[in-house]
């Protein structure tokens, strides 16, 4: 079964960058059918689009992230990344890792609450 | 592509059937995916290419529509059935959810 764990600090100063990582267990990052995708979710609000990755390199971002966002992927360790720049306290949210298929996102990490405070 | 659901909010009973709909800024026929979140839990997907049900996801749940209006329809809600439902179009990047509709009982 497929298994994908969020990690990362979970404290971010403002101006300072995010960085998360997401493992995968369970199947291959270098699967030529799948998508590796960022998300979060803000307190108490819906869920947000980030961006998504082919092990290949291929990615794409939400536009209203204004360049801050990139997603990277090392197929040596099974795992992929975000950063996200310059963060303010608009960016606190649970951020979810999940594999995207040709139907939708198939599988979720559990989520990490990302807090951007001094 | 701006995806609005509706309800956002929505009361019903065990039992009842319901219908939440997702209206898109443009024709996402076949492109749209439904998911159910519980509170303090990862999305689940349920329904995926507008109408195809995933695996051990109950029969109760379908998907329809066409266009730009999709909908989600609970057939028999069951006390696990309550809680919030989204959706996303796939069809062109960014890949948009809705707002969500909070179903409660």
């Known amino acids: 079964q497929l298994q994908l764990q969020e990690s990362g600090p979970r404290l971010v100063k403002p101006s300072e960058t995010l960085s998360l990582t997401c493992s995968v267990s369970?199947?291959?990052?270098?699967?030529?059918?799948?998508?590796w995708a960022w998300s979060r979710q803000p307190p108490g609000r819906g869920l947000e689009w980030i961006g998504s990755?082919?092990?290949?390199?291929?990615?794409y971002y939400d536009p209203s992230l204004k360049s801050r966002a990139t997603i990277s992927v090392d197929t040596s360790k099974n795992q992929f990344s975000l950063n996200l720049t310059s963060v303010t306290a608009a960016d606190t949210a649970v951020y979810f890792c999940a594999r995207l298929g040709t139907g939708g996102v198939d599988f979720w990490g559990r989520g990490t609450l990302v807090t951007v405070s001094s | 592509i701006h995806l609005t659901q509706s309800p956002a909010f929505l009361s019903a009973s065990v039992g009842d059937r319901v219908t939440i709909t997702c209206r898109a800024s443009?024709?996402?026929?076949?492109?749209l995916a439904w998911y159910q979140q519980k509170l303090g839990e990862a999305p689940k997907l349920l329904i995926s290419?507008?109408?195809t049900l995933q695996s051990g996801v109950p029969t109760r749940f379908s998907g329809g529509g066409s266009g730009a209006e999709l909908t989600l329809t609970i057939s028999t809600l069951q006390p696990e059935d309550f809680a919030t439902y989204y959706c996303q179009q796939l069809k062109n990047y960014p890949y948009t959810f809705g707002q969500g509709t909070k179903l409660e009982i």
């Open positions: 290419a507008a109408s």
């Open positions: 443009q024709d996402i026929t076949g492109h």
């Open positions: 990755i082919f092990y290949r390199g291929n990615d």
């Open positions: 369970g199947g291959s990052i270098s699967s030529n059918s799948h998508y």
